[in-house]
């Protein structure tokens, strides 16, 4: 059974840095469309970054939320079966719940979740 696990969550000042890992087991990476999903308290899951299984090069073809645009980089590498999400200028309206994303484009059955890793951003 695949299974995903993210971590490097915790508490930053607005404006700061944090980068997120998703270690995925079970699964090759390159195969899947890799994603972080975001959550917020009385909010629904949002996308904020994925990353196409197009080409096995580290950035690969990515999409981002307008959100996020510029401040956020999403990469992974093969080798190490991690995703990461590199996140600077972080503000307080990007407190939430972060999730990783394992999709299948060919099989959609094949969807994965991490537990998620909470970031929270405030002085």
């Known amino acids: 059974q695949a299974q995903l696990v993210e971590s490097g969550g915790g508490l930053v000042q607005p404006g700061g840095s944090l980068r997120l890992s998703c270690a995925a087991s079970?699964?090759?990476?390159?195969?899947?469309?890799m994603g972080w999903y975001r959550q917020a308290p009385g909010k629904q899951r949002e996308l904020v970054a994925s990353?196409?299984?197009?080409?096995?090069?580290?950035?690969?073809?990515?999409n981002y939320a307008d959100s996020v645009k510029g401040r956020f980089t999403i990469s992974r590498d093969t080798a190490k079966k991690t995703v990461y999400l590199q996140m600077n200028l972080l503000k307080p309206e990007d407190t939430a719940v972060y999730y990783c994303?394992?999709?299948?484009?060919?099989?959609?059955?094949?969807?994965?979740w991490g537990q998620g890793t909470q970031v929270t951003v405030s002085s």
């Open positions: 079970e699964i090759r990476i390159s195969m899947y469309t």
């Open positions: 990353i196409s299984t197009f080409g096995i090069s580290t950035f690969g073809d990515t």
């Open positions: 994303n394992a999709h299948h484009p060919a099989y959609g059955t094949l969807d994965y």
